[in-house]
């Protein structure tokens, strides 16, 4: 039996026991691709996969580093002036007035490893309060309004941290949107349309119609088929997307032991973080999106694989799902 037939069982059952309502999962190995769904799902519905958009985030940042159009080490204030002289919380839990000055600037580099000293606030605290009250706290969901809105709420609070100091989740990747539409006068549609999901052939990965905010922390929707051509071109080298090197980069940990404090309650034990890609111990990369979809890459290997849910990551049915998951990568 193979390991997408092993885990349709386990899905199918989770489906029967009333834990599952649908799933979709495919995988690639030997330039071969097998996808197989149950419940009231089919492998071709395109669904939201929510935090498996910054994956792709990564890449398009990287294919744009590669062309000469940003540059790792560049501060983010000469495309984001809300961010270019940021105040930073005196202490963890501060009021939002007890701030001193950033000691450096924001960078590329710091979006792409989620060190920016912006992101989750897990301490809680007023910082986290008024990041809930002003709709930019992380979420599956985009932030509703528009990019420069989310610019102006963004620039308004203080940091959590210095620049470069610890791993903070998720905020990144909307910020990383507005800076690359600034830089390039391109959205973020065309740019993945011209850089990723077009060279990849991935014709039912977009973003919703109508939506203000385009965001790359969680914005797209996608098919299991579309999800294994990007995660293949990872396990591939880079495909048409990036060169070897770019890809040897992005699915490299990034992050000092100091940093990786902010990863507890995110990352897997013994885990990094490379350029919006989660680094595993066995060398697996990718991510999982909270509204129940999970991809990961073996590079060197050759191996992708993806798995749909359509319900949200914190139910049982699902954890259990992505638990069966990892059996198509053995």
Partial sequence: MTSLARLADTLDRLVDDGALEGWAAGVRADDTTRLAAGGCRSAEEPAPIASCTKPMAGALTLRLVELGVVALDDPVGRWLPELAAPRVLARPGARLDDTVAAERPITLRHLLTMTPGFGWVGEGGPLAEAMAEQQVAPSPHAPPMTPDELMRRLGRLPLADQPGRTWRYHTSSDVLGVLLERATGHSPRDLLRRHVTGPLGMAET????????????????????????????LADAGGPVLEAGSVRAMCTDQLTPSQRTGTTDFLGDGSGWGHHVEVRPDGLVGWAGGLGTIGYAAPGRRRAAALFTWQGMDTAGTLD??????????
Avoid: I, K, M, N
């Avoid at 385009?214 to 088929?225: E, R």
């Avoid at 799902?321 to 053995?330: E, Q, R, T, V, Y």
């Fill in 206 to 233: 977009d973003f919703a119609a109508g939506v203000e905010l385009q965001s790359l922390a969680t914005g797209l929707w996608s098919t299991v088929a579309d999800q294994l051509l990007f995660l293949a071109a």
């Fill in 321 to 330: 799902a992505f638990g069966a998951f990892w059996d198509l990568l053995g």
